[in-house]
């Protein structure tokens, strides 16, 4: 069965969240626990020493404890997403999840919360007497009115944040594209004329954030399914809702939009029509922001009124109502100045400061994830992209400042300039790398990406699953019945899959023409040719790749890689000029690295590892980063001496006299090349940081090397990824899971954008010749 979004099916998401150590979180020791010493620092009887501290100033928490980066996600799974009240258990998904978007984001350790008890006091209690664990409480998914109550009982009991999201994430967002918004349009906030649609939390919340900005009370007309909100009205009221009730004669929501400037909805699907759409003012703003289907369409807005300016809660459209471009960050800057509370001076600094950062021009990792496209302020940009670099930096700093301006700052930041750069160095930009890439692909023309081996589950599951993601076209090569019939298990449309085998597509002779004519003058009769065709996928796949039936290829997961890529040489040749080499991504905790070669060239010579240098180097920049390459060895710069080190220091000879435009040197040991603090004894040194880029000075110690990371590591290693075809191939490892998979489909169909590219730039320019 397929979610009701479309992007995975029920069995793929309990599988992600069941496979390995089931959730998403775990604890991590920050400290060493290797011996004995280690642990009686850490426990008895080290651990007696910051508790007499804590006692005598309860302040030092902060100093001795994690609790000044730690926030508690909290909820009772009373309005659980849009799934409605299924209690505290079943939340707790979401609130594991929320807790990775804590430390995903803003490198804020979190941890949730399922509070069982849908009774204000109890949930209030329990709550409050946790507080001393905990920097801050972000509420979550708690029904409303018991929401608002709950949410001010706490900031009033309790001396650190208190933040309810559903309100006031969604708020902040909404205001920052507001701004933006009556901007663009060129109209005054004391003059605009808003409609809220939803009466819920989140609308509520809205509307009070905007109010506070300078929005006057008589200009918002607010609407629930009883209609609108008026003052004297009786039926279905609070005094939450009492509190936005106006003067005016409109009854219905038809009424109330006649003329409105701004719409907000946060109510349902198909609240909000396209007769209502004509009826508002010149250059209306429509924020619809229902998840997963908004109250009107952008397509029928946009029919409605070509001047509209429309924003949802949706990705795959502009201008999405994020959350987690808030919450992160706002926790951020307020665990950072030790916050009493996040007021409401600190959410409108939030919302200014991500207003703001929609108006520049956006780094080369945001444009990534527009094709290539450098995004531009306007009415399809009003908000920032999610995975926006900056956020980080310019966020917190507003909110910090905030704080400190209106005195709920315990510890006051001094020096914001370092500030800033102390949030710069909290997250690796390069770990955004497959999220910009994918997004990228959404936006571009799809991808065929052929699946060579499809009759393996978790190959088909990856398959599934780039489909539904919408990254690109997956083509399935295996036998036709067994594959629809696995597909049909999984509760998937297996129409909406196409199969190929050499006995079931008519281009089997193609192919094997092709290959005879690359073949026959290397011992191979056609007889051999044949068979290769017919009984090896992997040449098949590439035969298709060759010919254009297909763009790229993944396969890798049933054979040793060495025979794989054997196979596939024999059908597609290296790039003119390129050598093939294999480069695999470590994604650690704190940086991200890419290696090379990894898997194709065992005794690489001086002007090998310069050519996989400058190849390496190309690739880094394209997904948006600089590279700093380090030739890697166990020699720092000749000491010791040794023969075996030479080819590496003619490699960066070579690179010297090419004249490349990135940063490189060697030979370094490897500590040396990411350890800042170790590269300060080589002044002379050409690199600005820790290298981003290893070449690695042999194959054994490189292969070695990232297996050695993948299986005894912290981080994750992605790849290796296959670079210097002239077409897009990639071959995985045996153990790949469904995940890595998709992974490598991402970067293959991305590869194949990116020669596309190539040859597009390359026919240009023969013409011009």
């Known amino acids: 069965m397929a979610s009701k979004s479309s992007k995975f099916t029920d069995a793929e998401a309990l599988r992600f969240h069941s496979s390995g150590r089931p959730g998403k979180i775990e604890i991590t020791p920050t400290k060493p626990m290797a011996t004995q010493r280690d642990l009686s620092l850490a426990y008895s009887p080290g651990v007696a020493v910051p508790v007499k501290e804590i006692a005598r100033d309860p302040d030092t928490a902060y100093d001795y404890t994690a609790k000044g980066n730690l926030v508690a996600v909290i909820s009772n799974g009373t309005a659980i997403l849009g799934l409605g009240n299924l209690g505290a258990q079943a939340s707790k998904p979401v609130m594991e999840g929320k807790a990775v978007l804590f430390k995903r984001f803003a490198d804020v350790d979190s941890i949730d919360l399922e509070v069982d008890s849908e009774d204000i006091d109890e949930f209030v209690n329990c709550v409050r007497l946790l507080g001393p664990s905990f920097g801050g409480i972000n509420l979550e998914d708690i029904g409303a009115p018991e929401c608002f109550i709950i949410e001010q009982r706490l900031r009033e009991a309790m001396d650190i944040p208190v933040f309810h999201d559903d309100q006031h994430g969604t708020a ?128 029928d807005a946009r029919d409605a009124r070509p001047d509209a300016i429309i924003a949802t809660g949706r990705s795959d459209y502009p201008n999405q109502v994020n959350n987690v471009l808030g919450f992160p960050y706002i926790f951020r800057g307020a665990l950072d100045v030790r916050a009493r509370t996040i007021n409401e001076e600190m959410k409108i600094a939030a919302a200014q400061a991500i207003a703001e950062l929609a108006r520049e021009d956006v780094p080369d990792e945001v444009a990534a994830a527009y094709g290539g496209e450098q995004p531009h302020y306007g009415p399809e940009y009003i908000i920032p992209a999610p995975f926006d670099p900056r956020l980080i930096r310019r966020i917190p700093v507003k909110v910090a400042q905030a704080a400190m301006d209106t005195g709920v700052a315990r510890k006051p930041i001094t020096d914001m300039e370092a500030y800033e750069k102390e949030l710069s160095a909290r997250l690796d930009p390069t770990a955004d790398t497959l999220s910009t890439m994918f997004e990228d692909l959404k936006r571009r023309t799809p991808k065929r990406v052929v699946f060579a081996e499809a009759e393996e589950e978790k190959v088909l599951r990856a398959a599934i699953g780039f489909k539904n993601a919408g990254y690109g076209v997956p083509v399935l090569v295996g036998y036709e019945a067994p594959i629809r019939e696995k597909l049909r298990e999984m509760g998937v449309d297996d129409q909406a899959f ?70 596939i040489r024999r059908v597609i040749d290296p790039l003119p000029g390129m050598r093939p080499f294999g480069m695999s991504i470590v994604v650690t905790k704190s940086r991200t690295v890419f290696m090379a070669d990894t898997t194709v060239n065992e005794r690489p010579g001086a002007e090998d590892l310069a050519d996989i240098a400058q190849s390496a180097a190309y690739f880094v920049k394209r997904l948006g980063h600089d590279p700093r390459v380090a030739f890697l060895s166990f020699s720092n710069f000749g000491n010791p001496p040794s023969d075996k080190t030479k080819h590496i220091q003619q490699a960066v000879n070579i690179l010297n006299e090419r004249d490349v435009d990135f940063e490189f040197d060697g030979e370094m040991q490897a500590d040396v090349a990411l350890n800042r603090d170790l590269m300060e004894q080589y002044p002379f040194m050409n690199l600005s940081g820790p290298a981003n880029v290893l070449v690695m000075p042999a194959l054994h110690s490189a292969n070695i090397g990232y297996k050695l990371l993948a299986e005894l590591g912290g981080g994750r290693v992605i790849g290796p990824m296959l670079l210097g075809m002239s077409h897009s191939i990639q071959v995985a490892r045996m153990t790949a899971s469904a995940s890595d998979l998709v992974n490598m489909a991402g970067l293959a169909a991305s590869t194949a954008h990116a020669l596309e590219t190539a040859r597009k730039e390359l026919a240009h320019d023969e013409d011009k010749d």
């Open 172 to 299: 902040i967002i909404t205001a920052a594209g507001f701004i933006n918004a009556l901007d663009l349009t060129g109209r005054e906030l004391k003059d605009t004329k808003v409609v809220a649609i939803g009466a819920g939390a989140a609308c509520i919340a809205c509307i009070e954030l905007i109010k506070a900005m300078g929005l006057p009370h008589e200009n918002v007309t607010m609407v629930d399914r009883t209609g609108v909100i008026y003052a004297g009205r009786t039926e279905g009221m609070n005094q939450w809702k009492s509190a936005h009730a106006i003067e005016t004669e409109a009854r219905s929501l038809e009424e109330a939009m006649v003329g409105a400037d701004v719409v907000i909805g946060l109510a349902a699907a198909g609240a909000i029509s396209k007769e209502m759409v004509k009826s508002m003012g010149e250059k209306p703003i429509i924020f619809a922001m229902a998840n997963p289907d908004p109250e009107i369409t952008p397509e």
């Open 498 to 567: 196409e199969i190929v085998n050499a006995a079931n597509t008519p281009r089997t002779n193609d192919y094997v023409d092709y290959i005879y004519e690359r073949l026959n003058r290397r011992g191979f009769l056609l007889r051999d040719v044949q068979r290769l065709v017919k009984r090896d996928r992997n040449v098949f796949s590439a035969c298709m790749v060759a010919t254009g039936d297909a763009d790229a290829v993944v396969t890798g997961v049933t054979r040793h890689y060495w025979r794989a890529l054997k196979n």
